[in-house]
C-alpha cells in the first residue's frame, strides 16, 4: 500500500511571502497525485492534480505542484501567498490497483500572518 | 450546482445510541465514500461504494454499517459498537472507482458525545 508524508504539520508563513509544502510518496510505481485544500469546518476541495503528462501542474488561485518521480516527491509551491490561503493542505495518492486506494498524508496547516 | 451534501453538520450521540449520517449526492456518481477525520491523523477510509447494492469495508469499518440502495445516497450508521464515534466524518464521491479519478467531498458531519 501506499504510504503519504507531509513532513511539516504547520507552516506559518509572512503574507506576500513564497511557500512551500512538502510531499512525498513510498511507491514508484504509476501514481495518481492530488493537492486538496480544507478550509475550517468544510470538506476537501480539489487543488490540482497530476494523472499524467506534463509534471508541473497549476491550480487557478496560483498554486503550483511538481511532480518528480526519481525523489517521489509532488511539493505544493505558492510564489505570493495571500490571508485567504489560511487553510489546512492535503497531498493524496493512488495507483490503479483499485477503488479504496486514495492514500492521505495527515495534512499541513498553513498560516499567512499579516 | 452539482454537489454532495451531508446532514446534519453537528450531530450528538447519547451512549448506547446509533445514529445515521446522510450523505446524498447529484452528480450521477457511481463510486462513493465514507472517510473519518481526526486532528494530525488525515483522512481514513470506512466504507466505499463501487455501484447501487455494493458496498466494501475500509480501514476502519468496526463499528460502523452503511447502505447503498439507490445511487444518489450513501448513508453512514454509527453504531454502540463504536466506542470513539467523536470526529469529523466526510462524505465523497467520484464518477466511477479508479485512482484517477478525483474525489469530491461534502462539507462533512462533526459527531460528538453527550
Known amino acids: 500500500a501506499q504510504s503519504v508524508t507531509q513532513l511539516d504539520s504547520q507552516v506559518p508563513v509572512f503574507e506576500e511571502a513564497p511557500v512551500e509544502l512538502r510531499c512525498n510518496y513510498s511507491s514508484s510505481v504509476s501514481v495518481y497525485l492530488f493537492w486538496y485544500v480544507q478550509y475550517p469546518n468544510q470538506g476537501l476541495q480539489l487543488l490540482l492534480k497530476?494523472?499524467?503528462?506534463?509534471?508541473l501542474v497549476e491550480s487557478i488561485n496560483g498554486f503550483e505542484a511538481e511532480f518528480n518521480k526519481s525523489q517521489t516527491s509532488f511539493h505544493l509551491r505558492k510564489p505570493s501567498v495571500h490571508i485567504s490561503d489560511t487553510a489546512e493542505y492535503f497531498c493524496a495518492v493512488s495507483d490503479s490497483g483499485g477503488a479504496n486506494n486514495l492514500f492521505f498524508g495527515t495534512g499541513t496547516r498553513l498560516t499567512v500572518i499579516p | 450546482d452539482g454537489g454532495i451534501t451531508q446532514s446534519p453538520k453537528y450531530l450528538f450521540r447519547k451512549e448506547g445510541q446509533n445514529v445515521t449520517l446522510s450523505c446524498e449526492q447529484n452528480l450521477n456518481h457511481d463510486a462513493m465514500y465514507w472517510y473519518r477525520q481526526d486532528p494530525g491523523q488525515g483522512l481514513r477510509l470506512i466504507y466505499y461504494s463501487q455501484i447501487v447494492n455494493d458496498f466494501q469495508k475500509g480501514d476502519i469499518a468496526e463499528g460502523y454499517s452503511v447502505s447503498r440502495e439507490k445511487k444518489e445516497s450513501f448513508p453512514l450508521t454509527v453504531t454502540s459498537a463504536q466506542k470513539n464515534p467523536t470526529a469529523f466524518y466526510l462524505c465523497?464521491?467520484?464518477?466511477?472507482?479508479?485512482?484517477?479519478?478525483?474525489?469530491?467531498f461534502g462539507d462533512g458531519t462533526r459527531l460528538s458525545i453527550l
Open positions: 497530476y494523472l499524467s503528462g506534463s509534471t
Open positions: 465523497a464521491s467520484n464518477r466511477v472507482a479508479s485512482g484517477n479519478q478525483p474525489q469530491h
